[in-house]
């Protein structure tokens, strides 16, 4: 089944009758009038929330796993769907098409954009681009690519990687929604988070205890000290994220501070206590 | 350069004493017109500061309109004027909506830019891209400033490209030789063609108001300090004409302005007597009726408190709800 196919069954959850055939006419067109489709799509669209079936979300991860699309709303799917009928062969002028969208796009736009990362053409070519999104400080732009996404874990370097993870910590945005978050951890991203953790400390703010789950396969000694610090925390929270640390960190002594807190050992061996009851 | 204004003779005969009252005691305005809700359909807040925001959404601003306007100084080359535009439905866009304000702008190649030829002809070739744009919902501001040959040539040119786009269009008229250049301006939006209640005649006084109601052009008055309307005039703009096809707007941009124009003079209209329902057309549903005639305004963006994109509420995680920002005490001392 394609990807077209797919997007089309999504679409028929959604859209009216009148919606499906304005679309339809669509996709037949010329290239400039496919572009000029993209931009008007709010004129003919919704801005209503999709309906997903569980049928829609396993054929969808068949083609492009960890896609999480169920809170797009339906322009922005017709909008991606809209750009899977570009005529991609000539790689010059498919890319000078999708610049030029990029280029003029409003924020509804520039979200569409973003949100199509993963399925558009010459992948490698939309890295710069994407990182641009995480360069900026319009939220549902930063969003589109951070959250939910699974091109930067694809494409962005290492650097580009923790610059991402970093920005969603910063300004707290819920980190488990950032796809393949733990599969690209890295050291450098866990000693960037215990800096970052001792300037909001210094500031007398605080960390989300979830962000220690990076740090569990990089321990050393300057990251045992904060895991240390977070079990004498009197915010509970962070109790927990250090006893989650320790159980998962491959560091001797790591498990006999845990030793010293058999109540936690217990709760994670039962599942009382995971990574996902600190989501937030 | 200031307008050629008559003395106002109707505001020294009100005799409530509010007026007196509001330059002296300074009595909060907003109390007059709690509850109420505004729409400033020209502002432009590239020029001003976050905490403007802040300020219009206490005062009850719940949507506006950003003409695309001159900056200050000439652009010098294209991709200036791409990326002004661009800020226009992106930046300044997203700003607005994180104090729940609606923003919807026009798109249009200013008179005073009209002058630089050469640039001018490149911009028209991009004004299409930005026209059909979401939330665009006129061409403007456009038509004269010294009233040169280049300023109607491009003035005539985006009057046909918003028929074409079926957009509303919103007239600048000038200052100077401003009677004329107001008549000249309608003069010529019919000759093309276009429906007045399509066409928004904006910085009216009571010199041209008569003329802009008697031709069927939605008439706009700007309450700017010094060289346009004050609101004590306004008032009795209202009074004289009623309410009918005429809007208030506070043209708030990098000069001494105030982004509270239209709440401020819903206040003392309300204050001196005009009723709650003509206050209610001139200072936003006049202005909604008007340029909903683009197709992009659905009111429905700004009277339900909560966003109704549901892609920028993830279950319900107020952090990226795109939308409100955390609120600071400004007369705390401490800042934390």
């Known amino acids: 089944m394609s990807l077209i196919h797919v997007f089309y069954e999504l679409i028929k959850n959604s859209a009216t009758q009148q919606e499906q055939q304005w679309l339809t006419t669509k996709t037949a067109a010329s290239t400039p009038a496919l572009l000029a489709a993209f931009v008007a799509t709010p004129r003919f669209i919704g801005r209503h929330a999709i309906q997903i079936t569980e049928k829609n979300r396993s054929e969808l991860a068949d083609l492009v796993p960890d896609w999480p699309i169920e809170s797009w709303t339906l322009d922005r799917l017709c909008r991606v769907f809209l750009l899977l009928y570009l005529e991609s062969h000539d790689k010059t002028a498919y890319i000078r098409s999708i610049e030029t969208l990029f280029d003029t796009a409003e924020l509804q736009e520039l979200v569409a954009l973003y949100s199509a990362l993963p399925v558009l053409a010459y992948p490698e070519h939309w890295v710069f ?9 319009m939220g549902p732009v930063f969003d589109a690519v951070a959250l939910g996404n699974p091109y930067p874990a694809a494409h962005f370097s290492e650097a580009a990687w923790n610059q991402l993870v970093l920005k969603c910590i910063f300004n707290d945005k819920p980190i488990h929604r950032i796809v393949g978050l733990d599969q690209r951890a890295n050291q450098q991203l866990a000693d960037n988070l215990s800096d970052f953790a001792h300037e909001r400390w210094a500031a007398g703010r605080q960390v989300p205890p979830q962000v220690w789950r990076l740090v569990s396969k990089f321990m050393n000694e300057t990251l045992f000290e904060d895991i240390k610090a977070l079990f004498s925390s009197p915010v509970l929270p962070n109790q927990q994220a250090a006893a989650l640390v320790s159980a998962e960190m491959d560091y001797e002594p790591a498990h006999q501070g845990l030793g010293a807190y058999p109540d936690w050992k217990k709760a994670i061996r039962d599942g009382a206590l995971s990574w996902q009851m600190l989501e937030s | ?3 050629t204004l008559p003395l106002n003779p109707s505001h020294a005969a009100d005799s409530l004493p509010t007026s007196v009252e509001a330059e ?4 909060d305005f907003r109390s007059y017109i709690k509850g109420m809700t505004f729409f400033d359909p020209h502002v432009h807040m590239t020029s001003r500061t976050t905490d403007d925001y802040q300020a219009m959404a206490d005062a009850g601003i719940v949507a506006l309109i950003e003409p695309a306007f001159w900056l200050g100084q000439p652009r010098t080359g294209l991709a200036t004027f791409k990326d002004y535009y661009s800020s226009l439905v992106g930046w300044e866009r997203f700003r607005s909506s994180q104090f729940g304000i609606k ?3 026009t798109i249009g190649l200013n008179s005073r830019e009209a002058n630089n030829e050469a640039l001018a002809e490149q911009v028209m070739e991009i004004l299409p891209l930005f026209l059909y744009k979401e939330g665009v919902v006129g061409v403007g501001e456009i038509g004269f400033d010294d009233q040169t040959a280049a300023e109607e040539k491009y003035y005539r040119l985006q009057l046909e490209l918003a028929k074409e786009a079926n957009l509303p269009v919103q007239i600048h008229t000038p200052h100077r030789n401003k009677k004329l250049g107001t008549e000249r301006s309608m003069a010529i939006a019919l000759e093309h063609g276009l429906d007045p209640s399509m066409v ?7 010199e041209t108001v008569k003329s802009v109601l008697n031709q069927g052009f939605w008439t706009a008055f700007t309450i700017y300090p ?26 708030a941009d990098w000069g001494i302005s105030d982004p509270l124009a239209v ?6 209209m309300h204050l001196k007597g005009i009723p709650e329902a003509h206050i209610r057309l001139v200072t936003y549903q006049n202005a909604i009726d008007a340029f909903a005639r683009s197709g992009q305004i659905n009111t429905a963006d700004f009277t339900d408190v909560l966003p109704i994109d549901q892609s920028q509420t993830f279950n319900g995680n107020t952090v990226l709800r795109g939308g409100q920002q955390p609120r600071i005490d400004k007369n705390d001392l401490i800042i934390r």
């Open chain 1, 129 to 137: 681009r994407a990182t641009e999104a995480v360069r900026s400080n």
């Open chain 2, 1 to 3: 350069m200031t307008d």
């Open chain 2, 24 to 27: 002296q005691g300074q009595p």
């Open chain 2, 103 to 105: 923003h919807y702008c």
């Open chain 2, 200 to 206: 928004i005649v904006d910085h009216n006084n009571e």
């Open chain 2, 226 to 251: 010094f060289t346009k309307m004050g609101n004590e005039r306004m008032v009795e703009v209202v009074r004289q004409y009623g309410p009918e096809r005429i809007m208030v707007n506070s043209a």
């Open chain 2, 263 to 268: 709440p401020k003079t819903a206040a003392l």
